[in-house]
């Protein structure tokens, strides 16, 4: 079966991936002219944006023809799709972001990357990650302004989707890797609930902290890219039926966030709630300032541990950035600080249930505001280390501009393991204030 | 430095790590001897047990050489170490235990390798896994009867210590991979608290039950080889001061023990009594049948995910034991099954708290008896699996004989995160008893 390929209007490399496919499906469209017009965005914006650490042309149209020849549906048939270079693939290098790995080509290919080509996914390619998904930055470039971080880790990702190079990428997070470059490249992103989504072929930070992370242009296909993960059958987002109960949280890093940013959390605040959403301010229990120093001695201690081997033989290619902090850090941080920050960790997730108890998700900030200026540094992740480290879901979703005409996300909070709900809720709010 | 070879009565290739660790550093042998009669030793018994995947006598030894020449110390110096052969590493194919993975050279080390190295260990080679640490066997036969299998899937890493080859090796524990081969064969197993040991570089099984596993011939030895992994500076097992209060839970899996095994088990419990240890019987709770169940989802769902590339790739290569039995009930599990099963294990978790409450330990069996015969199967791994998804350490110690004079193990079960208090504990147990 040979899908013929209309003519039309709309940008083939802006629609989401919920549309490709109903458009393949439909036949109106093909998987070779979706990845074309991937291609061609690719093409004009790459030298400005670098997002793609390895994207080679000619063996993605070959894909995408052998797919469209084979007639195969599927979940995501003919979705081009990017992948962090921190996630091993069998048919392209993965470099983790590091020059000890130059040219690295694994035999295996990781969970996610072969559970979406099951589904029918594109890869596109390799998206730039900083040096081992920590702080030291990749080329990559804010896709709003070139001379503004993308954020990190997981910078190619966030780049290529808000860009409109792919329509979903994954990335991971082990702080604010996903959440944060996803406010900044005016994308939606997606932290899971820890331990949901398969991390086997991602190359281990922090484990007791790492989750995949998924960049999209919309919730409906943020939910359908999770179900595809999870490796069932996807549903689509419920209507969050009843009233919808809104815990407005500004943390105790509020003062962090720029005044500018502050006021269009609390105007959307306002806004849901003259929209007949209940909102009510929430504050977090005191002890969860701890969170903070507990994040860094888990992530430090097990990022140090897990980096022996380049430690031990390629200490002079690691960066100083990563030297000088994460494993400096990790290193003198002894066994019993490291258990005690895992109890903080435990306790602040058995408080975390009554904090919530009344309320559907939780509204907040994903980042401090707009992508900083300069490259050498992708941002605060502050925002988002609280709720990484509380093993709870998140999403950001592009609702705001800043100052400098700028993206700015707004994170929804929600439940562990209530991943649906906080779509459910997540749509609703975005449908709201959009 | 050249420290001076002494000739020496004692086999080296059968001292314990702690032993060969003050032999070098007192100048009395070197890392070369030490080799020497550790490739001894596998050159005489191999072709019978059949531990290792790949050796190559002539790196080992170039390695020992240079570890005397560089004069350097650490807490393993000179102490051979084996490595299941599902774990990576950077100068040794890593081929998983299957046929897909023929000549995989890894380019990265696992974190486990390279901090052994780092103390100063000696990586002899790799051992026997089985596919993919399930349940389709290697080549690898019990040390002590080659009729009889090694269990698995660390068996070669448990064969190898059991005879003597190495005093230290590395496996891993998904259901009973490291405890039970280690009952079968002779050795001191160990299975860490789940999360602490990092397993970066460890091919997943499943991630929220895999852990590392250790292999050695002594308590202290297992204790002296976890700080290293945990790395940090070791500390000597503390004695146990004061009364040992010691739970003798026969478990609900107690009509599958075979009665001879049962006997050794209550005869040691009287014998403890009688010593002056306080053993009182422990009953679990009626509902920790259900981690029979909720295991087998766990384990399968996650397990399915992970090889998603296998399944699609090299369906053909895979076992028929692994697609008839893993793969297929983990497809056909539903993610609510699968969410379900991960309540009730920490539903389970939270009440095993108040089950040893009062005990320092529980002392249970580590697998129903003698390795049975045959190298088709592995053997039970029930009386592993509750304490596995239950996440706590355990540590078997071969105490006993079976009817066929063939190594028998007791388990001893400690409380999650106390793993050294668990070694003062099983120490004092096994001075007891042994």
Same mark, same amino acid.
């Not at 994040?295 to 430690?311: G, M, P, Q």
């Not at 400096?328 to 258990?339: D, N, P, T």
């Given at each position: 079966?040979?899908?013929?390929?209309?003519?039309?209007?709309?940008?083939?490399?802006?629609?989401?991936?919920?549309?490709?496919?109903?458009?393949?499906?439909?036949?109106?469209?093909?998987?070779?002219?979706?990845?074309?017009?991937?291609?061609?965005?690719?093409?004009?914006?790459?030298?400005?944006?670098?997002? &793609?650490?390895?994207?080679?042309?000619?063996?993605?149209?070959?894909?995408?023809?052998?797919?469209?020849?084979?007639?195969?549906?599927?979940?995501?048939?003919?979705?081009?799709?990017?992948?962090?270079?921190?996630?091993? #693939?069998?048919?392209?290098?993965?470099?983790?972001?590091?020059?000890?790995?130059?040219?690295?080509?694994?035999?295996?290919?990781?969970?996610?990357?072969?559970?979406? $080509?099951?589904?029918?996914?594109?890869?596109?390619?390799?998206? *730039?990650?900083?040096?081992?998904?920590? $702080?030291?930055?990749?080329?990559?470039?804010?896709?709003? /302004?070139?001379?503004?971080? +993308?954020?990190?880790?997981?910078?190619?990702?966030?780049?290529?989707?808000?860009? !409109?190079? =792919?329509?979903?990428?994954?990335?991971?997070?082990?702080?604010?890797?996903?959440?944060?470059?996803?406010?900044?490249?005016?994308?939606?992103?997606?932290?899971?609930?820890?331990?949901?989504?398969?991390?086997?072929?991602?190359?281990?930070?922090?484990?007791?902290? /790492?989750?995949?992370?998924?960049?999209?242009?919309?919730?409906?296909?943020?939910?359908?890219?999770?179900? =595809?993960?999870?490796?069932?059958?996807?549903?689509?987002?419920?209507? !969050?039926?009843?009233?919808?109960? *809104?815990?407005?949280?500004? #943390?105790?890093?509020? +003062?962090? *966030?720029?005044?500018?940013?502050?006021?269009?959390?609390?105007?959307?605040?306002?806004?849901?709630?003259?929209?007949?959403?209940?909102?009510? /301010?929430?504050?977090? +229990?005191?002890?969860?300032?701890?969170?903070? /120093?507990? !994040?860094?001695?888990?992530?430090?201690?097990?990022?140090?541990?897990?980096? #022996?081997?380049?430690?031990? !033989?390629? &200490?002079?290619?690691?960066?100083?950035?990563?030297?000088?902090?994460?494993?400096?850090?990790?290193?003198?941080?002894?066994?019993?600080?490291?258990?005690?920050?895992?109890?903080?960790?435990?306790?602040?997730?058995?408080?975390?249930?009554?904090?919530?108890?009344?309320?559907?998700?939780?509204? #907040?900030?994903?980042?401090?505001?707009?992508?900083?200026?300069?490259?050498?540094?992708?941002?605060?992740?502050?925002?988002?280390?609280? &709720?990484?480290?509380?093993?709870?879901?998140?999403?950001?979703?592009?609702?705001?501009?800043?100052?400098?005409?700028?993206?700015?996300?707004?994170?929804? *909070?929600?439940? +562990?393991?209530?991943?649906?709900?906080?779509?459910?809720?997540?749509? $609703?709010?975005?449908?709201?204030?959009?």
């Amino acid at each position: 079966m040979e899908p013929s390929l209309k003519k039309t209007a709309v940008k083939l490399n802006e629609l989401t991936a919920t549309e490709i496919v109903a458009a393949i499906n439909a036949g109106d469209t093909t998987c070779e002219a979706v990845a074309r017009a991937c291609l061609e965005q690719i093409q004009i914006r790459e030298p400005k944006v670098q997002a &793609w650490q390895y994207l080679d042309r000619e063996q993605v149209l070959g894909q995408a023809i052998a797919l469209d020849k084979s007639g195969r549906r599927g979940p995501l048939i003919g979705v081009p799709f990017g992948i962090k270079d921190i996630i091993d #693939t069998a048919d392209m290098p993965t470099e983790y972001g590091s020059p000890i790995y130059k040219g690295n080509q694994p035999k295996n290919e990781a969970a996610c990357v072969a559970l979406t $080509r099951k589904a029918g996914g594109l890869l596109m390619g390799k998206t *730039v990650t900083t040096e081992f998904a920590n $702080r030291h930055p990749g080329k990559t470039r804010n896709p709003f /302004d070139p001379a503004r971080t +993308p954020g990190g880790s997981s910078s190619g990702s966030a780049a290529a989707v808000g860009d !409109h190079m =792919v329509p979903l990428a994954i990335g991971t997070q082990t702080t604010g890797s996903t959440i944060r470059p996803a406010s900044f490249c005016g994308a939606f992103g997606y932290r899971p609930t820890w331990g949901d989504l398969r991390c086997s072929g991602v190359r281990e930070a922090a484990g007791s902290l /790492d989750t995949l992370g998924l960049l999209a242009r919309s919730v409906a296909d943020i939910a359908l890219y999770r179900d =595809v993960l999870i490796g069932v059958e996807p549903q689509p987002v419920k209507e !969050h039926t009843g009233a919808l109960k *809104v815990g407005f949280c500004r #943390t105790h890093v509020w +003062p962090q *966030v720029e005044p500018t940013t502050q006021k269009l959390l609390e105007e959307a605040a306002q806004n849901l709630s003259r929209a007949g959403v209940e909102v009510r /301010d929430v504050e977090l +229990p005191a002890n969860f300032e701890q969170l903070m /120093d507990a !994040h860094l001695a888990i992530s430090s201690f097990e990022f140090s541990r897990n980096f #022996t081997y380049e430690i031990q !033989h390629h &200490w002079e290619m690691i960066s100083t950035t990563l030297r000088e902090n994460r494993l400096k850090s990790g290193l003198a941080c002894s066994f019993e600080r490291y258990q005690e920050a895992r109890e903080i960790a435990v306790e602040c997730r058995r408080a975390f249930t009554s904090v919530v108890a009344d309320y559907d998700v939780l509204l #907040t900030a994903s980042a401090t505001g707009e992508a900083p200026v300069g490259l050498n540094a992708t941002g605060n992740a502050n925002n988002c280390l609280i &709720w990484t480290t509380l093993h709870v879901p998140s999403v950001t979703m592009p609702l705001f501009r800043g100052p400098n005409n700028l993206p700015v996300g707004a994170q929804i *909070v929600g439940k +562990p393991g209530q991943d649906r709900a906080l779509f459910a809720a997540a749509q $609703r709010i975005y449908e709201t204030l959009a």
